[in-house]
């Protein structure tokens, strides 16, 4: 968020602007990062209940399949303490899988579509790889534009190989993004509200 109000604040010409500039830019972000955050874990994730693949590799490896019902009917915390059990009583199933990932998953106890950190990694590439591209004060930068979503890329990438997510979440937070960017970045107002250009 401060290297994509940098980049915005470039553009203007006096100190005060680009502290103006920086400032809308944050905040602008903070509230819409928290906003859709929140939206997302409290109403779209629970309507489409969509489990994780680590909730069912883990009752898979433990015979316990049967229950997943029953435990998406528990709170996420309740999950939690759940699935940090299962593991401490089943340690020898679950050897090939690195401490911090069995970690991960206990922690990443909800449902699972669609992928918010990929959701909020295409909004973020959407949003800096604007400010890149259309930053006069750096016009040679203006070819760099592609690499934030080379790293959006990589964050839903990671989402699966740590069996967080399936292919299909990360797909549907990558659409999100870059539609909802998309919007964001193409109203007039927007735009001239963030940068202070007419």
């Excluded at 059990?85 to 579509?113: R, V, Y």
Aim: glycine content about 6%; hydrophobic content about 45%; overall charge positive.
């Amino acid at each position: 968020m401060i290297l994509t109000g940098i980049f915005y604040a470039m553009s203007a010409e006096s100190i005060k602007q680009k502290l103006l500039i920086f400032s809308k830019t944050l905040v602008s972000l903070l509230i819409i990062f928290g906003a859709l955050a929140w939206v997302n874990e409290n109403y779209t994730k629970p309507i489409l209940k969509l489990q994780r693949p680590s909730h069912v590799y883990m009752l898979e490896k433990t015979n316990s399949l049967n229950k997943i019902d029953a435990l998406y009917n528990l709170s996420k915390k309740d999950r939690g303490v759940y699935f940090s059990e299962l593991i401490k009583e089943n340690q020898q199933q679950f050897t090939a899988i690195d401490h911090k990932i069995q970690q991960h998953w206990i922690e990443e106890a909800g449902f699972s579509f669609p992928s918010g950190h990929t959701f909020n990694a295409f909004l973020f590439a959407m949003i800096i790889s604007y400010a890149i591209y259309f930053n006069r004060s750096k016009p040679k930068w203006r070819k760099l534009f592609f690499l934030p979503f080379l790293w959006a890329l990589g964050v839903g990438v990671s989402r699966v190989a740590m069996g967080a997510h399936t292919a299909l979440d990360v797909s549907a937070g990558a659409t999100l993004g870059i539609l909802i960017g998309s919007v964001f970045l193409y109203f007039d107002y927007t735009r001239h509200w963030l940068t202070g250009k007419k």
